[in-house]
């Protein structure tokens, strides 16, 4: 199995981009691209070549469904895991949101400490 290196980490909110970047960096050394915007994400998606991508549900301009929509028409991401990052987890919601093939959902607030870890179990369920 590949071990995951690169995450690739979209959120509109500077300090949730920070925390999340220290926790994946410092505690699961991993390697991280932090985008302020689903525009920006998808501009940096061919460079970075993310191994997986965590994606926040909620941002202004375009979120999260419509970034998973225009990741996915970059052939080298159509098999990228894509792990929602939401507050909003109501039943319906967290439906609708792996109806779009999502890998899974994480919840915020989140752990910091943890965060590298759930990645990692996400990668290698996706990955057996």
Same mark, same amino acid.
């Given at each position: 199995?590949?071990?995951?290196?690169?995450?690739?980490?979209?959120?509109?909110?500077?300090? *949730?981009?920070?925390?999340?970047?220290?926790?994946?960096?410092?505690?699961?050394?991993?390697?991280?691209?932090?985008c302020a915007s689903g525009a920006e994400g998808i501009a940096a998606?061919?460079?970075?070549?993310?191994?997986? *991508?965590? %994606?926040?549900?909620?941002?202004?301009?375009?979120? #999260? /469904?419509?970034?998973?929509?225009?990741?996915?028409?970059? /052939?080298?991401?159509? =098999?990228?895991?894509?792990?929602? %990052?939401?507050?909003?987890?109501?039943?319906?919601?967290? =439906?609708?949101?792996?109806? %779009? #093939?999502?890998?899974?959902? %994480?919840?915020? /607030?989140?752990? /910091?400490?943890?965060?590298?870890?759930?990645?990692?179990? *996400?990668?290698?369920?996706?990955?057996?």
């Amino acid at each position: 199995m590949t071990t995951l290196q690169r995450v690739m980490h979209i959120e509109d909110d500077p300090s *949730i981009l920070e925390v999340a970047r220290l926790a994946l960096e410092l505690v699961g050394g991993l390697q991280v691209c932090s985008c302020a915007s689903g525009a920006e994400g998808i501009a940096a998606a061919r460079s970075f070549q993310p191994q997986l *991508i965590l %994606l926040d549900v909620m941002m202004p301009d375009m979120d #999260g /469904p419509q970034t998973l929509a225009a990741l996915r028409q970059i /052939p080298e991401l159509q =098999a990228t895991p894509v792990v929602f %990052l939401t507050a909003r987890a109501q039943a319906s919601e967290v =439906a609708a949101y792996r109806s %779009l #093939g999502v890998a899974d959902i %994480l919840l915020k /607030p989140f752990d /910091p400490m943890q965060l590298a870890a759930q990645i990692s179990a *996400i990668w290698e369920r996706y990955h057996v």
